[in-house]
């Protein structure tokens, strides 16, 4: 399927690995032009060179942290009208929320409520004016379903999600989609991290603490960030713009409501 994309531009933040690559680089595979993002130079370079020599595509790479005022405004320079925009950070980090005082509830707010919402605000009414527009937010599970020791996380990206369950009805008639993708358990260094945290807190070993996470996923496995950026790819395609407002497990079957 011939995704329509082909010569677009798009600024996927938070790219060097996991699951920002894994979108930038099956948009890549479409033929979308590309701005990544990431903090360390190295790793976001070297990346940049695999995306370029696997597709051909022209990647812009910005190295810069995009929860700060100082990095969108370096990623927006580089990328100041792209059709598309994946939104894409760190994660909060996990525990118990008696330690979280207001400073790191700030920091993850910032990071995966408020990046995102200054990005939007940046690009949206260009992509209006151009009558082509594909917002992807890469949020998590935890918006569905709460993981307890991710309490910074469920807090953070569901106010993020509330507001873009307004906005995302307001640009779909101009041809700006905006939708959330919710990740799983996909397999990157975020989720080993968060094993050793598990693994902490129970008492248990990092191999026990895996096993137990993938126990409860019906597809048997964790994802790949293929997994990920193909769904990603696809929300962002031409045939995608009657899909707005919408909230996308890529969990492997993992939540286990009807809806
Ligand atoms: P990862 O650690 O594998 O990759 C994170 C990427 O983000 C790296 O490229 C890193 O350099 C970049 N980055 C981090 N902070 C940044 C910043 N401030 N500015 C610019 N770049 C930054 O993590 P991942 O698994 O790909 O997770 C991506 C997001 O998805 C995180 O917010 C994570 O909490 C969330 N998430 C992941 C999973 C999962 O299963 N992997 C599940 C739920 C939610």
């Known amino acids: 399927m011939d995704f329509g994309i082909a010569g677009k531009s798009a600024l996927v933040c ?20 590309l701005t990544i993002t990431a903090r360390g130079k190295e790793a976001l370079e070297a990346t940049a060179a695999e995306i370029r020599k696997e597709t ?20 927006l320079a580089a990328c100041p009208e792209p059709d ?16 979280w005082d207001r400073e790191v509830w700030l920091k993850a707010l910032d990071a995966n409520m408020l990046t995102p919402i200054e990005l939007i605000k940046a690009t949206v009414d260009g992509m209006i004016r151009r009558r082509f527009g594909r917002i ?16 910074l996380s469920n807090g953070a ?16 008639r101009h041809n700006v989609t905006i939708n959330n993708l919710l990740p799983g358990a996909i397999e990157t260094d975020r989720l080993r991290a968060n094993f050793a945290a598990v ?17 409860e996923i019906p597809a048997g496995r964790f994802g790949t960030i293929e997994d990920f950026g193909a769904a ?17 497990l890529v969990d492997g079957g993992m939540y286990p409501g009807t809806f």
């Open 232 to 248: 990603c790819a696809f929300l962002c395609s031409r045939q995608a713009s009657y899909i707005t407002g919408q909230n996308w």
């Open 84 to 99: 598309i925009l994946v939104n894409n950070a760190g994660g909060p980090p996990p525990g118990d929320f008696r330690e």
């Open 199 to 215: 693994a902490k807190a129970k008492g248990i070993s990092i191999e026990e603490a895996r096993a137990e996470r993938m126990a």
């Open 14 to 33: 938070a790219a060097s690995k996991g699951l920002g690559k894994g979108c930038a680089l099956n948009l890549a595979r479409e033929g979308v032009r």
């Open 56 to 75: 051909g595509v022209s990647v812009t790479a910005v190295s810069c942290d995009i929860t700060t005022p100082e990095g969108r405004k370096a990623a």
């Open 157 to 172: 990206r569901s106010g993020l999600t509330g507001f873009i369950a307004g906005i995302a009805r307001k640009t779909v």
């Open 136 to 151: 992807v937010n890469i949020t998590s599970s935890a918006v569905k379903a709460p993981i307890d020791i991710l309490g």
